[in-house]
């Protein structure tokens, strides 16, 4: 048999059924192939095929073909992949003749532009010109993409669910880095249009051709998936079948995070702030670092959320979903907190406990592990490397020798709370409303802050990424001095919180949407209790003597189900609430849980359930032009939610610029 790497073979119709089409078959890789003769009978209507031959390499097979119903009888086949034709008018059932049944079975049902694309089944094997395709095991790095003189390896790769907030973000870097990057995704948004423009293919809905829809017709060299897509999806199946390597989001991760000094910051909370303060500041210190962020950082190139550099270092928001963070093997890692999220994939607070205990044992020998020890989930990683620990003169936990290679990696806590090895003190509101802090290690001043953005929760996320700048500071300090290793600390912590100044926040984290009259409309992302408390939390002490309206959109039924008891009380601090219908996302509602459950148990403000979110618009502004008319001091309106909710406050504006 001759070895092959790929087959590509066109099929030409003889026309005696007037059907006047070419079929095509999509390039196929295989480990190897040889010639196969079938005779082939057509059951219906005394018609019969010619002759068929399977040829390797780039030839021309000629066979007459049926119109409805055909069967064949195949001999010396083996188990293989698949194969995928192109057609108008590919027969869509099957009948049975001799040993192997012969179906067709539809992949997708529409037109793809011109074409129609099926699926050949034969019995129990699927056909791949009688072979099973090679599935690459090669590493790929996205780096490997650029030559060290900067061009392009001409490398390629397709992401499924391409306009997410994880995928979006590796898809940019894929083409920052010289790769040629195509995706789908469901729906139509902001991040498609933002790839499109910076050179990506992008498709709106899931079609088997977009996995092979390049100006040579060739499959990419690796498919990436997002953890929302189901495995029978369309485009997965032409990428099994195409023997195109087929990667997890985590799994992808750790390749391109392979070879570098690796900073991921996680956390059930906080985490995309804080990855994104981290970026500004390495970059602001002259470090020349990649960083992927699950949200846009207006003050990254573009307002994207990616960042290609040259630099050994990477900063990566380390997602909890799906297990995702576990293919990363980091340097250092930030856990901002530990709370019972993505309920729909961790069935309890242990379960979710127990990954990031995981996470954190994936940190490489001589690793830092930086955790927030104000919360009790966070709290109970500061010993998940050893029970004997004594600290050095950075305030770092470290494990015995005789522990298992765990010995030479640390712990570092930080918070409010006395007990933690950096601290913030001194929390005072500022004229930019924002609050000002002192940074101590180890009762030492380090730096003054002052953050623009409301909210304990953002002095937090702060302080941990002013804790990773100078811990860094210290590994790259030539010293083996304290005093030596104090300096470099404390000259690091000055320039993030310098860097800190002048950080304006990201996307749909507090973001001010725009004003009308003395109405200020804000949107945020907070769709976990705690998250709708450090947002409220934040808008009051911005917003102290103005009301506060919330629209609420649950995300999920899971969440809204599981949470709904915790969901109650945590509207507290605002004036008035609007809960909306669920945002199903990607689940059904078996629960049998509405929005209107959580507008009945909400304590504390007026609440009320408005169905749809185009009701919400027409209410609100009917009331926020009464509000003006009767002298309000100016409503401050917050739109929470991690689905379409956000689209709210900018039909709100466009309605209220016509009172």
């Not at 490397?385 to 470290?398: L, M, N, V």
């Not at 507090?510 to 450090?534: M, Q, S």
Request: hydrophobic share 40%; with cysteine; proline share 3%.
């Amino acid at each position: 048999m001759a070895a092959l790497t790929a087959v590509n073979c066109k099929l030409s119709v003889h026309d005696s059924l007037g059907l006047g089409e070419d079929y095509y078959l999509a390039r196929q890789r295989a480990p190897c192939v040889r010639k196969i003769d079938s005779s082939c009978k057509f059951d219906q209507r005394s018609q019969h095929w010619s002759a068929m031959k399977l040829l390797s390499g780039n030839q021309t097979t000629r066979c007459c073909l049926p119109c409805v119903y055909f069967s064949t009888v195949v001999d010396g086949l083996k188990s293989g992949g698949e194969i995928y034709f192109r057609s108008q008018n590919w027969p869509k059932y099957g009948s049975k003749h001799g040993k192997i049944e012969v179906t067709v079975r539809t992949v997708e049902r529409g037109r793809t532009g011109f074409h129609w694309i099926h699926r050949l089944r034969i019995g129990s094997f699927k056909v791949s010109v009688g072979f099973q395709p090679r599935i690459s095991r090669k590493v790929l790095k996205c780096t490997a993409a650029v030559d060290g003189d900067g061009s392009s390896k001409d490398r390629s790769v397709h992401f499924i669910g391409i306009g997410g907030s994880g995928l979006s973000a590796l898809a940019l870097l894929a083409l920052q880095q010289g790769w040629k990057v195509s995706g789908s995704d469901a729906t139509f948004n902001e991040r498609l249009e933002k790839l499109k423009a910076a050179g990506a293919r992008v498709y709106v809905g899931h079609a088997a051709r977009h996995v092979v829809d390049t100006p040579n017709n060739s499959p990419p060299d690796a498919v990436v998936v997002s953890s929302s897509i189901p495995v029978n999806n369309v485009e997965v199946e032409a990428a099994q079948a195409l023997g195109v390597p087929i990667y997890k989001r985590a799994d992808w991760l750790g390749r391109i995070t392979e070879g570098y000094e690796l900073l991921a910051v996680a956390g059930s909370h906080g985490k995309s702030t804080t990855a994104a303060m981290l970026a500004i500041i390495l970059t602001e210190l002259g470090h020349n670092i990649t960083a992927i962020v699950g949200a846009e950082v207006p003050q990254f190139p573009g307002g994207s959320n990616a960042i290609c550099g040259r630099g050994q270092r990477f900063v990566l928001e380390a997602d909890e979903y799906d297990g995702c963070f576990l293919g990363v093997a980091p340097s250092l890692a930030v856990v901002t907190n530990v709370e019972w999220e993505h309920v729909d994939f961790f069935p309890d607070e242990a379960s979710v406990r127990k990954i990031f205990r995981q996470f954190a044992l994936r940190i490489n020998p001589g690793g830092t592990l930086v955790v927030c020890g104000d919360t009790a989930g966070s709290k109970l990683l500061s010993t998940v490397f050893q029970t004997d620990k004594t600290k050095d003169s950075t305030g770092a936990i470290t494990t015995t020798e005789s522990q298992c290679d765990s010995d030479s990696r640390h712990v570092v806590t930080y918070g409010l709370g006395d007990g933690n090895d950096w601290q913030a003190v001194m929390l005072a509101p500022n004229v930019q409303s924002g609050t000002d802090y002192v940074v101590v290690n180890s009762g030492r001043p380090m730096a003054r802050v002052t953050l623009q953005l409301p909210g304990t929760h953002n002095v937090l996320n702060s302080l941990a990424a002013i804790v990773v700048a100078s811990l860094l500071a210290s590994r790259d300090n030539s010293s083996s001095s304290i005093e030596g290793n104090f300096a470099a600390m404390k000259k690091a912590a000055e320039a993030a919180s310098e860097a800190l100044s002048g950080f304006v926040g990201i996307r749909r984290r507090f973001e001010l949407v725009g004003k009308w009259k003395n109405c200020c409309i804000y949107d945020d992302y907070a769709h976990h209790p705690t998250e709708v408390r450090a947002v409220l939390q934040a808008a009051r002490q911005r917003f102290d003597q103005q009301p506060i309206w919330v629209v609420f959109q649950p995300h999920t039924y899971s969440r809204l189900a599981k949470l709904l008891h915790d969901f109650a009380p945590a509207f507290s601090a605002a004036d008035r609430v609007i809960i909306t219908e669920v945002y199903s996302a990607r689940e059904d509602n078996i629960w049998d849980i509405s929005g209107a459950d959580l507008a009945a148990v909400v304590t504390g403000p007026p609440s009320i359930f408005v169905s749809t979110l185009d009701k919400v618009v027409e209410r609100l502004t009917w009331e926020l032009v009464l509000s003006e008319a009767m002298g309000s001091k100016g409503v401050v309106l917050l739109t929470l939610g991690a689905g379409d909710i956000t689209d709210v406050g900018y039909e709100l504006l466009k309605a209220l610029s016509t009172k």
